[in-house]
Nanobody, 125 residues
Framework: VQLVESGGGLVQAGGSLRLSCAASGRTFGVYDMGWFRQALGKEREFVSV????????SYTDSVKGRFAISRDNAKNTVSLQMNSLKPEDTAVYYC???????????????????WGQGTLVTVSS
């Protein structure tokens, strides 16, 4: 599966952005979809995941209550709504996919076989 992110940009602290990830292929519905981010000089970290059926989500603690992940299996897309953005949310955000059927959603980068090219989110103070 090929993944293409969009929606990044520059926003002031407290603002909102909506990231989208478009997936190619006809088997999107079997993939758990995750969002990860990588700040300058830091390791890539888990942000959120939604399972293949779309009925289970998980978030890293720092974004709980501010970010919301969703998917549309009919359109092969997954989105990340980001509200109340903080300067520490500044990073390149990556969409990732792994086969989800038969397992629980995972939060490690090592569990994801497919990655997008990333989209930069910059939050100014």
């Amino acid at each position: 599966v090929q993944l293409v992110e969009s929606g990044g940009g520059l926003v002031q602290a407290g603002g909102s952005l909506r990231l989208s990830c478009a997936a190619s292929g006809r088997t999107f519905g079997v993939y758990d979809m995750g969002w990860f981010r990588q700040a300058l000089g830091k390791e890539r970290e888990f942000v959120s995941v939604i399972n293949w059926r779309g009925d289970s989500t998980s978030y890293t603690d720092s974004v709980k209550g501010r970010f919301a992940i969703s998917r549309d299996n009919a359109k092969n897309t997954v989105s990340l709504q980001m509200n109340s953005l903080k300067p520490e949310d500044t990073a390149v955000y990556y969409c990732a996919a792994r086969i989800g059927i038969g397992s629980s959603p995972q939060t490690s980068t090592y569990d994801y076989a497919f990655w997008g090219q990333g989209t930069l989110v910059t939050v100014s103070s």
